[in-house]
């Protein structure tokens, strides 16, 4: 039976007051019974003094993303990534993610726990090869810097949309990622089979970016929970219908076009569950669908 549930909600970059922020995350918390949220943090942007007190008094644990860091950057500047081929746009991410994992560690020291830091490839701007190298050494770096600053949590690589550049649908809708399923599969795999202290990374799905690659999400998600990477979790979210194909919206199972049901989720869960007797000693979460309160 699958009881571990998240919460997607960026509250914590959202236009509210900080204090009104706070008690968005601590309604969630005592209407819906949600005592873990992934929420973005950005580099030199510690979360404020109130959202602290809440995630201290509920108590409730954080899947840190940088899914916003990433975005807000790449779209300034496309080549910006963990993957980046070029040495000085890689760097630049690099320290981004140094910089949210201290405050992910100063989190810690006060008492929150930080289950996942979940990072990303960033966009296509060379060949996989490339890619794929930058983004191994970015990922050695960083589970050998968590592994050092934060010993209980777990890196993971959230699998992103990867549609090719000349795809109808724009950044950000589309084209999130610079490696395809198979080939991040493939690097995150050959980072974990190094001697490395700490857990070895993980992968985040997100069902919706699964549809705007054009996956049948279910059967991607089958052959994701057989491969060698551990999963960190499930994003149950849909997509945006468009002419030229889905688009990342993150829309729920209550829009008939999302390409996400009720039925999807269930199914989903049934994967989970059944994956656990097999494979492993606990069933990776449902991420309950991403909200911005604005």
Not at 21 to 26: G, I, K, L, S, T
Request: charged residues 20%.
């Amino acid at each position: 039976m699958l009881t571990d549930k998240v919460l997607g909600a960026y509250a914590a970059i959202a236009t509210l007051p900080a204090a009104q922020q706070a008690e968005w995350y601590r309604r969630a918390a005592g209407d819906w019974g949600i005592d873990t949220f992934e929420i973005p943090i950005l580099a030199g942007q510690p979360l404020a003094p109130e959202l602290v007190e809440v995630f201290t008094e509920l108590p409730a644990a954080l899947v840190v993303t940088l899914v916003a860091q990433w975005a807000g950057r790449g779209q300034e500047h496309p080549a910006y990534g963990l993957a980046a081929p070029e040495g000085a746009d890689r760097r630049t991410a690099l320290l981004d993610a140094y910089s949210a994992l201290q405050h992910c560690a100063e989190l810690s020291r006060q008492g929150i726990r930080v289950r996942n830091l979940a990072v990303h490839t960033g966009c296509r701007s060379g060949d996989p090869i490339a890619h794929a190298i930058s983004f191994h050494r970015s990922l050695v770096e960083l589970r050998q810097h968590t592994a050092a600053v934060l010993s209980d949590t777990t890196l993971c690589v959230e699998l992103t949309d990867h549609r090719p550049l000349d795809y109808p649908v724009a950044f950000p809708a589309a084209k999130k990622a610079s490696l395809t399923t198979d080939e991040l599969v493939q690097t995150v795999a050959a980072v974990n089979r190094q001697t490395l202290a700490g857990p070895p990374i993980h992968l985040l799905v997100n069902w919706g970016r699964l549809l705007v690659n054009g996956d049948r999400p279910q059967v991607q998600l089958d052959r994701l929970l057989r491969s060698e990477v551990p999963l960190a979790g499930v994003i149950l979210s849909g997509a945006g219908a468009s002419p030229e194909g889905f688009t990342d919206s993150h829309n729920s199972h209550l829009d008939p076009e999302s390409g996400f049901t009720p039925a999807d989720a269930q199914a989903c869960a049934r994967a989970l569950s059944d994956h656990v007797s097999i494979f492993s000693d606990s069933v990776p979460p449902l991420f309950h669908p991403r909200c911005t309160t604005r």
